[in-house]
């Protein structure tokens, strides 16, 4: 909910609470023990967003966020808050547009696998360094020689074709074992068989979608765009890495703007425990970076967890508006983090912040949000706002009715193929089978003709000694019967002598 002086207003103590729109992009949290009201104030958050026009993200886990499409309706809980308050709630739709990775319960998210990256790439996969640098040269050798890498049939043909080939790139790209390549390809197969080739490809999808404004009943509002993740959840590294990369992909697309009335954008980060779970130095570092720097061109980014330990303190130091619903203390693990908790927040005098995080009923939080001058206010126990939209999920046939409206079922319904890794070297092996059938079927020709000249001459001496033979046959025979008849000539000759 927007107030008269175009400030947030989200929730009530004794008196409203607003989040100051040109601290918006200070980055936020919101926290709390499963059940205690993060998904409603998230809800309450982005729908206050877009009434001042900014258009946000979020992920839904549950399908319950889908209700801010759907005007909300009064109940006996509302018109009390309401009457506490001393407000009255406008119940209003929300512009909304749904995407999924998978298509079933929005818009197909594609990317390509060249600009999902190496790095987000090995955390899905939980490659080895030495995996991750093949990884690395499987990915320059491609782009050296210009072979797009756009999906997983891509990069296993690129991988089969490098390891089968590694001797000839050892020198420039450096040794690619075939035991790494052998691993990298086991885990594209698994990561196949959990739903990945249906989101890597083409059309890869266009941050610039997320930034529409409309307008409904003449005010301009922000679109709420919302990730069907009850699905994407089950792989926990998956849906971390494609946040980030999304996160990432709009701090690239961004110009810088420097401070600004109000934010360009708003990102919020469910389960934003799974990001930093295991992740590598290399990842850490991308990640600090992004949200340190992203604010700076307009982007608010806010994440939500069960307990704000989860986040890691260089990043946690950044998220400037807070709202901590309760936590529990089971362990002495718990009560610790309840302790730190309550440190993190400027003391209210009034009431003990540290007994206070344990006693929360479900929609109340303990809030601190920046002021006008940066600084972060003292922590005031408060009740969330309602929603305007509808508590909870809409039904299959009303998401059905808003993907067809949204307009961008032409530009992402189908998967585009295009010449890339897999058609190329398809093309360069069928050209070399070719090739060698070529030069097998020219050696075996070379061998037939080399073989009918042998037997040629063969013939030709045969004839040559045939001939040779006869002609001294008949020589000889007229040589015997010249010397045969000299011969009987030459004895009757004797013969008269003697008588």
């Keep these: 909910m927007i107030n008269s002086e175009e400030k947030l207003y989200v929730a009530h103590s004794d008196h409203p609470l607003v989040l100051e729109p040109k601290m918006a992009n200070r980055h936020g949290l919101i926290a709390g023990a499963t059940g205690t009201g993060k998904t409603v104030s998230l809800q309450v958050l982005a729908e206050s967003f877009s009434d001042l026009g900014v258009p946000c993200f979020m992920a839904d886990m549950k399908g319950d966020l889908s209700g801010v499409y759907k005007a909300g309706e009064l109940t006996k809980f509302i018109a009390k808050r309401q009457e506490q308050f001393g407000v009255t709630f406008e119940f209003q739709p929300y512009p909304t547009q749904f995407f999924d990775v998978y298509g079933e319960q929005g818009h197909p998210m594609r990317v390509t696998i060249k600009d999902f990256g190496v790095l987000l790439f090995s955390r899905i996969m939980s490659l080895t360094d030495t995996q991750e640098g093949v990884l690395n040269a499987v990915f320059r050798i491609c782009e050296d020689k210009n072979m797009p890498l756009d999906d997983l049939k891509d990069l296993r043909a690129a991988l089969n074709y490098i390891g089968q080939n590694a001797k000839e790139f050892q020198t420039e790209y450096g040794n690619i074992s075939s035991v790494s390549v052998g691993s990298i390809q086991r885990n594209l197969l698994a990561l196949e068989e959990q739903g990945g080739n249906q989101f890597f490809g083409l059309p890869e999808f266009d941050i610039d979608?997320?930034?529409?404004?409309?307008?409904?009943n003449g005010i301009k509002k922000g679109m709420i765009n919302i990730l069907a993740a009850d699905k994407l959840y089950n792989n926990p590294k998956l849906y971390s890495a494609f946040l980030m990369w999304l996160l990432t992909t709009i701090y690239n697309k961004l110009p810088e703007v420097g401070d600004m009335d109000?934010?360009?954008?708003?990102?919020?980060?469910?389960?934003?425990?799974?990001?930093?779970?295991?992740?590598?130095?290399?990842?850490?570092?991308?990640?600090?970076?992004?949200?340190?720097?992203?604010r700076s061109k307009g982007v608010g980014v806010y994440f939500i967890t069960q307990n704000p330990m989860d986040i890691p303190e260089n990043v946690l130091g950044q998220l400037g508006n807070k709202i901590q619903h309760a936590l529990r203390a089971f362990t002495p693990k718990d009560q610790k983090a309840v302790k730190a908790v309550a440190q993190s927040f400027r003391a209210n005098e009034s009431f003990d912040t540290e007994k206070a995080l344990l006693e929360l009923e479900t929609g109340e939080a303990l809030i601190s949000f920046l002021d006008e001058k940066g600084a972060p206010t003292i922590v005031e126990r408060a009740k969330m706002l309602c929603p305007q939209g509808q508590i909870g999920p809409i039904t299959e046939?009303?998401?059905?009715?808003?993907?067809?409206?949204?307009?961008?079922?032409?530009?992402?319904?189908?998967?585009?193929?295009r010449e890339s890794a897999y058609e190329m070297l398809i093309k360069e092996s069928e050209k070399k089978k070719k090739e060698e059938e070529e030069r097998r079927a020219q050696e075996l020709a070379e061998k037939e003709e080399a073989k009918r000249k042998k037997e040629e001459e063969k013939e030709a001496k045969a004839k040559a000694k045939k001939s040779a033979s006869s002609s001294t046959t008949w020589y000889g025979k007229a040589l015997t019967s010249i010397a045969k008849t000299l011969g009987n000539k030459l004895v009757n000759e004797v013969i008269k002598k003697m008588k």
């Design 209 to 216: 979608d997320f930034f529409s404004v409309e307008k409904m």
């Design 262 to 294: 109000k934010p360009k954008f708003i990102f919020f980060f469910d389960e934003a425990h799974l990001l930093f779970d295991d992740a590598s130095k290399a990842l850490m570092e991308q990640i600090e970076k992004v949200v340190r720097l992203i």
């Design 397 to 417: 046939e009303e998401r059905r009715t808003a993907i067809k409206e949204s307009g961008l079922e032409k530009k992402y319904g189908e998967t585009v193929e």
